[in-house]
């Protein structure tokens, strides 16, 4: 069973701070994903990882950066929280470049950013 | 970029009668359409997915249909039962990279007792 593993499952930060969000997988993945899920907008691509040291901005990648060092990694980085960064963020992986891998998500970080 | 579209946002039925959710996508490339389940404090998890060469596929209870020609795809639940009860994401793909992956904005599926 492919297992995907998040930090947190709630954080709370202020405005400003500097914030880490790790993801952990367990399958030797080749891809890694950060999506950020709030209500009535589905799941949006941050940034996507295809292999170590390797990086592609999503759709919103402003305000965000990431970081690969090794291939089961993939962290979140919030260089200076904001409070419409307040949100629940997803980490994904997939196996393979091709783009009809099942993506596996882990539970969930739950930001408040106050 | 491929945008996708989802409806209903959200849907409520009595246990053992059907459910239906539909979503459009935009690209004409698309050849990929996973359906993912995402229960209560848990991440979105894949329950079916259909590639463009198929017009139809079941696995159980769940079933998708997708209509290329019209650029839409739904999914099918018949014999609806409370653990059914979730949100529930379609996506479209057009398989060329993993980070072409769009999501709907998911569907909150209440099924009642």
């Given at each position: 069973?492919?297992?995907v593993t998040q930090s947190s499952r709630y954080l709370v930060k202020r405005t400003g701070e500097k914030v880490f969000l790790e993801c952990v997988q367990d399958m030797d993945h080749e891809n890694m994903f950060w999506y950020r899920?709030?209500?009535g907008l589905g799941l949006r691509l941050i940034y996507f990882s295809y292999d170590v040291k390797m990086k592609e901005k999503g759709d919103i990648p402003e305000g965000y950066s990431v970081s690969r060092e090794k291939k089961e990694r993939f962290s979140l980085i919030l260089e200076?929280?904001?409070t419409n960064q307040t949100s629940m963020y997803l980490c994904a992986s997939s196996l393979s470049l091709g783009g009809t891998d099942t993506q596996y998500f882990g539970p969930g970080t739950r930001l408040t950013v106050l | 970029g491929e945008n996708v579209e989802q409806h209903p946002s959200t849907l409520s039925v009595q246990e053992g009668?059907?459910?239906v959710?539909?979503?459009t996508y935009s690209d004409s490339a698309s050849n990929y359409f996973p359906w993912y389940k995402q229960e209560l404090g848990k991440g979105p998890q894949l329950i079916i997915d259909i590639r463009s060469n198929v017009g139809e596929k079941k696995d159980q209870r769940i079933a998708v249909t997708l209509?290329?020609?019209?650029k839409h795809f739904?999914?099918?639940?018949?014999?609806t039962q409370p653990e059914d009860s979730a949100v529930y994401f379609c996506a479209a793909s057009d398989g060329s990279n993993?980070?072409?992956?769009?999501f709907g904005a998911g569907t909150r599926l209440t099924v009642k007792p």
């Open positions: 069973d492919v297992k899920q709030d209500p200076s929280a904001s | 009668d059907s459910a959710i539909k979503c209509n290329k020609t019209a739904s999914l099918h639940i018949t014999e993993n980070n072409d992956m769009r």
